[in-house]
């Protein structure tokens, strides 16, 4: 670790300020075909957990579908340091893992699926209408946990991103691409976020 990272790692580790519990990471299958990709993604996961990270999301946005069960084979050999949950397209089971990875399932399509099964279950008479609220949504929702924290790399928009769960979120964006993603890199993205006020949408 270089003087500056040191310097990064002192000022977050004695100041006051809370350090988020969960973290998401969104990239892009392009991010993913850079030469060092996955073991950029491995440090990351290491630099999460270092940091008293409890959940880490890794959402991939992907603009063709044939590429998922590659992808998702791909997550499959990588080097994690605790277990991972995979989910993909169609996929409904909810992700209950420390590392939780979306390939290619949107926010939208995982918000409307959810409220799809409320309706069906109100209709069959399995839960009255009254009953649905902010819970029931997220009891259903693919990826329940919220992030804290969102890290995009590149600068680019979030696009189709778990539009339910990031509403509270605080997003950090760089310039730096995902291939050139170092620790300093994340330790300004907790550093920023220390320096926040959270507010909850109050």
């Known amino acids: 670790m270089g003087l500056y990272d ?3 790692a002192t000022r977050i580790r004695w100041s006051d300020a809370s350090l988020p519990e969960s973290i998401a990471v969104v990239l892009t299958e392009r991010d993913l075909l850079e030469k060092g990709a996955y073991e950029t993604l491995e440090r990351c996961w ?3 957990f270092e940091y008293r990270a409890a959940h880490v999301l ?3 946005s992907v603009l063709d579908e044939e590429v998922v069960p590659t992808l998702q084979r791909q997550f499959g050999d990588v080097d994690a340091p605790y277990p991972i949950a995979v989910r993909g397209p169609g996929d409904d089971r909810q992700a ?3 590392i939780q990875v979306s390939i290619g399932l949107g926010g939208k399509h995982e918000f409307a699926t959810a409220v799809q099964g409320l309706a069906e279950e109100v209709a069959d008479g399995e839960l009255d209408p009254e009953d649905v609220d902010e819970s029931e949504i997220e009891k259903r929702l693919v990826f329940p946990t919220a992030p804290d924290l969102v890290v995009k790399t590149g600068a680019e928009r979030l696009s189709d991103f778990m539009i339910w769960q990031s509403v ?3 997003l950090y964006f760089t310039d730096v691409n ?3 993603f170092r620790k300093r890199d994340y330790l300004r993205a907790l550093r920023d976020y ?3 006020q959270r507010r909850f949408g109050r």
Do not use: I, K, N
């Open 194 to 196: 220390q320096a926040r």
């Open 58 to 60: 890794v959402y991939v």
């Open 46 to 48: 290491r630099w999460a």
């Open 96 to 98: 209950d893992a420390p």
């Open 178 to 180: 995902w291939r050139d």
């Open 6 to 8: 040191r310097y990064l």
């Open 168 to 170: 509270y979120s605080e």
